[in-house]
């Protein structure tokens, strides 16, 4: 069985997306494609950020596809209105654009989404993007990942909140933390280190607590920060 596969089969039912971008021409080739996969099924479309804060609150989607330039109200804005509502927690934002702007990335990772990429991604990344999303998986394209990490040593980055020192992590835990910080999944998590994948994901779910971190997308940027991980490695 496929990671993929094994993903789906955690999330026990079709993974629901809604999409947010102001071309119609986008978001209904987007919808086209995503209504052919099986397991995803498309809950909605919304042509601004306003209109993704209120579709999100009325549908519950699994993941939002989230645009950042939109009439009305952006998609940095959105994202950070719905990852900061604690009712809609369980709710993945991953945003997909066509401008790889460094500050567009920060600001959308800060803002607590789970993933960036760019709207000329690969179908087949786009779908794996989607399941790493709602699996709570944090998936950036290559292209801006090599970037992101550069940047992260060349410049200190605020995070939201006070997550604490490391030293509040085990040293099992910051092992744990690495691999996270180099985007890999529980399963992958587990292969590296010699341990099962659920324990793996009690352990990120313990570091989760102790960094007062959103989701694995924060830990990958206090990863970095925190230069417990280099560009490289």
């Known amino acids: 069985m496929s990671a993929r596969s094994q993903e789906l089969e955690v999330t026990a039912h079709a993974i629901r997306v809604l999409l947010a971008d102001d071309q119609e021409l986008v978001r209904r080739g987007f919808a086209a494609l995503l209504a052919s996969e099986p397991g995803i099924e498309v809950v909605g479309e919304v042509g601004d950020g306003a209109q993704a804060i209120a579709e999100t609150r009325r549908t519950r989607p699994d993941v939002v596809l989230m645009d950042i330039r939109m009439p009305r109200m952006d998609g940095l804005e959105a994202t950070r209105a719905i990852c900061g509502d604690a009712r809609l927690g369980a709710i993945k ?19 607590g989404a789970s993933g960036f990429l760019l709207k000329d991604t690969p179908p087949q990344l786009l779908i794996e993007a989607i399941t790493a999303a709602a699996a709570g998986n944090v998936l950036i394209s290559p292209t801006v990942t090599k970037r992101l990490v550069a940047d992260f040593v060349r410049r200190p980055v605020i995070r939201p909140g006070d997550p604490g020192p490391l030293d509040v992590l085990s040293h099992r835990e910051r092992e744990v933390l690495v691999e996270v910080a180099r985007g890999k999944t529980n ?31 924060q830990l990958v940027i206090i990863g970095y920060e925190t230069r417990l991980v280099s560009p490289g490695e």
């Open 187 to 217: 399963a992958e998590i587990g292969r590296a280190l010699g341990m099962s994948p659920l324990t793996a994901k009690t352990h990120v779910s313990r570091i989760l607590g102790k960094m007062n971190a959103r989701d694995r997308a």
């Open 93 to 111: 934002v991953l945003v997909l654009t066509t401008f790889a702007l460094d500050e567009y990335i920060y600001e959308a990772l800060r803002a």
